[in-house]
């Protein structure tokens, strides 16, 4: 069953650890995720960007296939179903679907339009049970073609979201998606130290988190942070150990090529990066 992600945030900020979202991109991704989570009893946060629903042949099938697995591999520990940095269109179209969490990305629009749009869907959402994500002062590089500078978000404006009832604010503190240039000067701990007093008790949400040093990432968790989205670091982990599969000539050898044994050792590089990224936020045996 999926849950919204609300109770577990609140938990995880309550006792000073953070909740992963991975993204998914597909049935390996997926099963890899979960399979971790159990294994870790750690709940866990599943991320679906509106490029990967497209891939994945939309939100229904996504869906459908999660639900399936939670049922199928015998899942007890919360797993939420999140739309990353969605539009004011598909965050409708996901809560249609059966997504339990939706982030909603106005960070684009002008600040009393971005309060508009958040305040309907939280609305919306709440009636339905499922935990709204808002985010202010967008969060740098690229995503699905949506480019920004790594802004540092304005701390009265992140009040007035978070005063709206959203459940989680993502908020720019100089984080990145994807990989972090050599010249990147770091989070801005002052910035996040005001952001989480003014809208305490409410769980900020860490965007761009791979190639964050291990050491911003615990203290970013000790100033309030309580959701960590990784992607890039899985996506990197996961075409390595492919490569690596195909270039030792194994996709050669018997029945190599099946595509089984082809994603296989990727799939447990994701593992792997789940794990080590699950003990580091410290929410294994928090289910």
Known sequence: MLVSARE????????????????????EWTKAILQTAQELNSPVILGVSEGAGKYMCGYNTIVGMVKGMIDTLGITVPVAL???????????????????????DGSHYAIDENIEKTKEIIRVAHEK???VEAEVGSIGGEEDGVIGGGEVADVNECKMIADLG???LAAGIGNIHGKYPENWAGLRFDVLEEISKATSPMPLVLHGGTGIPEDMIKKAISLGVS???????CQLAFAKATREYVEAGKDLQGKG?????????????????VK?????????NKA
């Open 8 to 27: 577990m945030l609140l938990k995880a900020k309550e006792g000073k650890y953070a909740v992963g979202q991975f993204n998914i991109n597909n049935l």
């Open 82 to 104: 999140h739309l990353d940095h969605g539009s004011y269109e598909h965050a409708y179209k996901v809560m249609e679907a059966g997504f339990s969490s939706v982030m909603f």
């Open 129 to 131: 049970g499922i935990s």
């Open 166 to 168: 959203v459940d989680m």
């Open 227 to 233: 959701k960590i989205n990784v992607n890039t670091e």
């Open 257 to 273: 090529f099946d595509p089984r044994k082809l994603l296989a050792d990727g799939v447990e590089a994701i593992k792997a990066t």
């Open 276 to 284: 080590e990224k699950m003990e580091l936020f410290g929410s294994v």
